[in-house]
Every structure is written in structure tokens, then in C-alpha cells.
């Protein structure tokens, strides 16, 4: 049993390109994320999705986009990579379709550098 | 944004002592948990506390929280190096929002 699956694990990308950070969970989780760690600033969410089909912006979406490929996967997007988006970002997920009161499953970070 | 705010910031003790971290909080809450950060690797869940209750356990693990006063702290009893780790609270209404963490140094 994987758990949450992200991919790459590591990654640098010039400024301006793009670039799609994978993720998927055997755990048959209703509700999956996208979180960015900086230094300082703790997780910060990017994006959610509650349900299979449904996506939602969290704290720091700008510069972001996702798809809900099917209840499985949750990939992330950068279409233009800026130097502020060099971070750790962790995918995760839970059972309920509410965030709210759940254990909250996390992957082990995509460390992305963007110069 | 309402973000839970841990005290202190680094902590180091030695092997066999207690470790005790607080989190602040702005707003009310429906829950508050703690996880658990190592090195280079996920977040792992260790504990929820609901609103209405006031302590918890899990084996070394006691949580309490003060909604009157906004806070909760984590305890680890008898600590050991492989406590060594950074420690979150994760305030939870209707979404959950981390603090910046508390990293603990275990010395053996």
C-alpha cells in the first residue's frame, strides 16, 4: 500500500517553462491537495478537490492550475515557472470530501528550483 | 489568514526529557491537530482534538487545548533521538491551515 505517490521528487526549470508535478493515492480518498512549504511559512494550500470533478482554489493559487484526472490523480501545473515558485510542494489527501475533522495523508514533497 | 502560530520556534533537549510546544490560534475552531514533519519527508498525522474536548493521549503524546485562550500544546514524554523531528499544529474549521512548526532537537 503506496499511500500518496508524487512525482518528481526532484526538478529545475528555467524561468517562463512549464512543467506538470504528479500525484496519486491507492487509498481510494474521496478529497485530494496541493500544499507548497517555504521556509517560515509553514504549508500553505494551492489548490483542492473535494470530490472527483470538482476542484477549489485554496490560500496561494495564482500561478497554478489543476486537474482532478479522476479519483486517483491530482496533478498540479506551473505554465509559466517564476523564481517564487521554487518551494517543496506536497500533494495529499483524505477519506471525507470535507476538510474539515480529517486526517489529512501526505506524499513525501516534490522539490522544485525554478532559476 | 487565521494560521496557528507555534512557540517556540526550536527546541532542543536531551534524551529522556519531556518536550512541550504551544500553538496559537486566532479564531474559533471545529478541531486541531498535530502532525509530525522528519527530515525531508511528509507530514504524518499524530493526533485531532475536537473543540470540546480539553486533553488527549497517544502513547508518549498528551494534547490539551484552551479554546478560551486560543491555544494548545503538544507534549512528548520521555522523549528519544528519533523524536527528532518538526512538529505542526493544523488549525481546522472548514479548511485546515498550518502553522510554521516547531523543530525539535532530541540529543541522545
Known amino acids: 500500500n503506496a499511500g500518496v505517490t508524487q512525482t518528481p521528487k526532484f526538478q529545475v526549470l528555467k524561468t517562463g517553462q512549464s512543467m506538470t508535478l504528479q500525484c496519486a493515492q491507492d487509498?481510494?480518498?474521496?478529497?485530494m491537495y496541493w500544499y507548497r512549504q517555504d521556509p517560515g511559512m509553514g504549508l500553505r494550500l494551492i489548490y483542492y478537490?473535494?470530490?472527483?470533478?470538482?476542484?477549489d482554489k485554496g490560500e496561494v493559487p495564482n500561478g497554478y492550475n489543476v486537474s482532478r484526472l479522476n479519483k486517483r490523480e491530482f496533478s498540479l501545473r506551473l505554465e509559466s515557472a517564476a523564481p517564487s515558485q521554487t518551494s517543496v510542494y506536497f500533494c495529499?489527501?483524505?477519506?471525507?470530501?470535507?476538510?474539515?475533522?480529517?486526517?489529512?495523508?501526505f506524499g513525501e514533497g516534490s522539490w522544485l528550483t525554478v532559476v | 489568514s487565521q494560521q496557528g502560530e507555534e512557540d517556540p520556534q526550536a527546541l532542543s533537549i536531551q534524551e529522556g526529557e519531556n518536550a512541550t510546544m504551544n500553538c496559537s490560534y486566532k479564531?474559533?475552531?471545529?478541531?486541531l491537530q498535530w502532525y509530525r514533519q522528519n527530515s525531508g519527508r511528509g507530514l504524518v498525522h499524530l493526533i485531532l482534538?475536537?473543540?470540546?474536548?480539553r486533553e488527549k493521549h497517544s502513547g508518549r503524546l498528551r494534547v490539551t487545548l484552551d479554546t478560551s485562550k486560543k491555544s494548545s500544546s503538544l507534549l512528548i514524554t520521555a522523549s528519544r533521538a528519533a523524536d527528532t523531528a518538526s512538529y505542526f499544529c493544523a488549525t481546522d474549521t472548514d479548511k485546515l491551515i498550518f502553522g510554521t512548526g516547531t523543530r525539535l532537537q532530541v540529543f541522545p
Open positions: 487509498m481510494n480518498h474521496n478529497s
Open positions: 479564531t474559533s475552531i471545529n478541531n
Open positions: 495529499a489527501s483524505s477519506e471525507s470530501d470535507r476538510h474539515s475533522g480529517n486526517t489529512i495523508y
Open positions: 482534538i475536537r473543540s470540546n474536548e
Open positions: 478537490s473535494a470530490s472527483e470533478g470538482t476542484t
